[in-house]
C-alpha cells in the first residue's frame, strides 16, 4: 500500500505541505499564514467589535489532517469539562429595556453556570507563539453564551447580547421560521387533527435527534485552533470543501426564497388592506422597494432594537388573530381565490382527504416549526460550554412544538376547510382583518430585512470573496459591490413572489428544497460520514505531536479503507451506520417526495385559484 511520508504541520513559517483537509483525503497546498502586528491587531479588534472580514483571510493556523481536528477538539472538552465558573447571562428582562453602559451590565441578570476561561497551562496551546495564543485567546474570549441563550435564540428572541458575540467572518442567523405559528393551521388543515398532531410529534422526536447529533458532530471537531463556525464547516470538515459550498449554497437559496416568501406574504396583506384595488403585482413591488431601501444598510447591529420588537409583535399577532377568529365567521371570499371552493359549512376533520400532493405540501408546511437546524453550529459555536447545547434547544423545541400546534388546532377547529396559509388573514371582518394585516406587515418587513441582509452578507462571503477571492464586504470595492447587489437580490425575490401567487404551495417549497435537508438529511448524512472516517484512521499512526501530520496506512483510494471504514468499530458501531445510512436513505427519499407534491400542488394553486404569475388579481 502506498504510504504518505511524514509532513510538516501546516501553521509552521516558510514550508509548503500537501496536507488532507478532510477524513475523505481531499487535500490543498497551503503555505503557512504569517500575521503581522498589524494584522494581529485588526484580528483581535474584529474579535471585540463582532465585525466581519473576508473568508479567506489570513490567519494564524493552516489546514490539519482529520486526526488532527479529533485531537484539538477532545483537549477542548476536556478543559470545558473542568471549567467550574460562573458568568451571568442577561434574561428577557433585557428586552424591555433600552441599552445601558458597562455600569450597568450587572443590573436585571440571571445567573446561569458556566465556566471561566483560564488560558493557563492549556494543552490544546502546545506548540504555538505568543502571538497566535493570543489570538486564540481572543477568540475563545467571545464564547459566553450559556443554555438559556440557546433557548432565546432557537425561540426568535433575538437580543442585542447575541450581535455582540458574533466575530470573524461568522454570520449571526436568526430562526429559520418566517410564517412563525401562522402557517400551522394550514398545515394541520391539509392532513386533519389526529395526523396533524401525530406528524407533529414524529417531525419534533426526528428532529430533536439530529439536534443530538449536530451537537455530537460540533463536540468531536470543535476546537478554539480550528473552530466550527457554520454549518458548511461541519460537512466541510468530514466531505472536504464541496461539502462547505453545497450548504452555503443551499442556505443562500433558502434565504432568498425566504425573503420572497415574505415579499409575497406581505403583499396579500397590502392587497387585503386596499380591498383589491391596487394590483397585486404592485402590492408585491412596493415591498420589494421597500426591501431595496432597507437593504442599503449593511450593519445588522441597526436592526437589534426593532427585532427585539418584532417578537412581541408576533405574540400580540397571534393572541389578537385567536381572538378574532373566535368571533368571525371564516374569510369565505378569500377561500374561493386561493383554493377555488364555494361558501358552504365548516368542515372540521379528524382526517382528511384530498390528494396525496396537497396532503404532502402541508406536511412539509410542519417542517416550518423545526427550521432552526442550520443555525445551530453558529449557535454552539457561541457557547462556553457547548455540551449545555442539547438543554437549551430541548426548552426551545418543546416551547416550538407547544406555540404551534395549539394554534394551529385552535384555528383549525373554528375555520375547517377555509383557513388559509397565513392564519391571521381568514378573519371576515375588514376592521379586524386589518389590525392583523398592518401588524403582519410591520413585524414581516422587519424579518424581510434581517433575512436580506443575512442572504446577502453569505452570499458575498461565501461565493464572492471564498470562492471567487472577491474584495472584502467592507472595502471600498466591497461597498461598490454591495449596493447594486441588494437590488438584484430583492428583484429576484419579487420575481418568486409574484411568480408564484400561493403562500402554502411556496413555503412547502421552501421546506422541501432547503429547510427539510439542514434538519433531517444532512445531520445523519454528516454522522455516517464521521464514523467512517473514524474507523477508517483506526490502522493509521495516531497523532501524537503538534506539528507532525501522521502517517496514513493506506488512503481512500484503496478498498482496504473503505471496508475499515464501513465495517470497523465493532458490531454497536455497524449497526449504528447502518442505521444512519437507512435515515439518510429515508429522508432523501422524503426530500424527493416533497419536492414533487410541493411542486405539483404549486402548479394546482396557481390554476385553480384567482391569482395569475405577474398578474393583478390577488390571491385572497
Not at 450587572?106 to 496551546?125: I, Q, W
Not at 422526536?205 to 449536530?214: C, D, R, V
Not at 384555528?411 to 376547510?417: K, L, S
Amino acid at each position: 500500500l502506498p504510504i504518505r511520508p511524514p509532513t510538516p504541520h501546516p501553521y509552521y513559517p516558510a514550508r509548503m505541505t500537501s496536507v488532507p483537509t478532510s477524513g475523505f483525503g481531499v487535500s490543498d497546498n497551503i503555505r503557512e499564514p504569517q500575521m503581522s502586528d498589524k494584522e494581529l491587531e485588526g484580528a483581535l479588534r474584529r474579535q471585540s467589535t463582532g465585525s466581519t472580514g473576508p473568508a479567506h483571510e489570513v490567519v494564524p493556523f493552516g489546514k490539519p489532517s482529520f486526526a488532527e481536528y479529533l485531537h484539538w477538539a477532545t483537549l477542548r472538552r476536556a478543559v470545558e469539562a473542568s471549567d467550574t465558573g460562573m458568568i451571568t447571562h442577561k434574561g428577557i428582562a433585557q428586552l424591555f429595556k433600552p441599552e445601558k453602559g458597562e455600569k450597568d451590565e450587572k443590573d436585571d441578570c440571571v445567573v446561569v453556570r458556566e465556566g471561566s476561561v483560564d488560558s493557563a497551562g492549556d494543552e490544546d496551546m502546545a506548540g504555538m507563539t505568543e502571538s497566535q495564543i493570543e489570538y486564540l485567546n481572543a477568540r475563545r474570549a467571545l464564547r459566553q453564551a450559556g443554555w438559556a441563550t440557546v433557548f432565546y435564540l432557537i425561540t426568535y428572541v433575538v437580543s442585542r447580547h447575541f450581535f455582540s458575540l458574533t466575530a470573524d467572518h461568522r454570520i449571526p442567523f436568526l430562526s429559520c421560521d418566517i410564517l412563525g405559528p401562522f402557517n400551522a393551521p394550514y398545515a394541520i388543515m391539509a392532513v386533519g387533527i389526529a395526523p396533524g398532531v401525530l406528524l407533529y410529534v414524529l417531525f419534533g422526536t426526528i428532529a430533536a435527534i439530529t439536534g443530538a447529533m449536530l451537537c455530537r458532530l460540533f463536540l468531536r471537531l470543535d476546537s478554539v485552533r480550528y473552530p466550527i463556525k457554520t454549518y458548511g464547516d461541519l460537512a466541510g470538515r468530514v466531505f472536504g470543501p464541496w461539502a462547505r459550498h453545497l450548504c452555503s449554497i443551499l442556505q443562500s437559496i433558502q434565504l432568498v426564497l425566504n425573503v420572497g416568501l415574505i415579499v409575497l406574504s406581505t403583499g396579500q396583506s397590502l392587497s387585503q388592506i386596499t380591498k383589491g384595488q391596487l394590483c397585486f403585482s404592485v402590492c408585491v413591488v412596493i415591498w420589494a422597494l421597500v426591501g431595496m431601501f432597507l437593504g442599503q444598510v449593511r450593519g445588522l447591529q441597526n436592526f437589534g432594537i426593532i427585532a427585539n420588537a418584532s417578537v412581541y409583535i408576533n405574540l400580540l399577532i397571534i393572541f389578537i388573530s385567536m381572538g378574532f377568529i373566535a368571533h368571525s365567521p371564516p374569510n369565505y371570499a378569500a377561500a374561493t381565490s386561493s383554493y377555488g371552493i364555494p361558501q358552504g359549512p365548516i368542515l372540521v376533520q379528524t382526517i382528511v382527504h384530498q390528494p396525496l400532493f396537497a396532503q404532502v405540501n402541508g406536511v412539509f408546511n410542519m417542517v416550518f416549526a423545526y427550521g432552526g437546524a442550520m443555525i445551530f453550529p453558529e449557535i454552539m459555536a457561541e457557547m462556553r460550554r457547548p455540551k449545555d447545547f442539547i438543554r437549551g434547544m430541548a426548552m426551545a423545541q418543546a416551547l416550538i412544538f407547544t406555540v404551534y400546534l395549539t394554534y394551529g388546532v385552535f384555528v383549525y377547529a373554528f375555520q375547517g376547510q377555509f383557513t388559509l396559509a397565513v392564519a391571521y388573514q381568514g378573519v371576515s371582518k375588514y376592521a379586524w382583518q386589518t389590525v392583523g394585516n398592518t401588524l403582519g406587515l410591520i413585524s414581516s418587513m422587519i424579518a424581510a430585512g434581517l433575512y436580506g441582509n443575512i442572504g446577502l452578507k453569505v452570499f458575498y462571503i461565501t461565493i464572492i470573496e471564498d470562492l471567487f477571492h472577491g474584495p472584502s464586504m467592507t472595502s471600498r470595492k466591497g461597498r461598490m459591490i454591495w449596493a447594486p447587489l441588494v437590488v438584484v437580490y430583492w428583484g429576484i425575490a419579487f420575481v418568486i413572489g409574484s411568480a408564484i401567487p400561493a403562500v402554502g404551495a411556496l413555503s412547502g417549497l421552501v421546506a422541501a428544497a432547503c429547510i427539510f435537508q439542514f434538519t433531517y438529511t444532512f445531520p445523519p448524512a454528516i454522522m455516517l460520514g464521521f464514523d467512517i472516517c473514524v474507523d477508517a484512521q483506526a490502522e493509521d499512526e495516531p497523532f501524537l505531536v503538534a506539528g507532525i501530520a501522521p502517517i496514513r496506512a493506506d488512503s481512500w483510494k484503496n478498498v482496504s479503507r473503505w471496508r475499515r471504514g464501513i465495517f470497523g468499530g465493532g458490531r454497536k458501531r455497524v449497526a449504528l451506520k447502518f442505521v444512519n445510512f437507512l435515515f439518510l436513505i429515508a429522508a432523501l427519499a422524503t426530500a424527493g417526495l416533497g419536492l414533487w407534491a410541493t411542486g405539483t400542488d404549486l402548479a394546482e394553486a396557481i390554476q385553480v385559484g384567482a391569482a395569475s404569475s405577474f398578474g393583478c388579481a390577488a390571491p385572497v
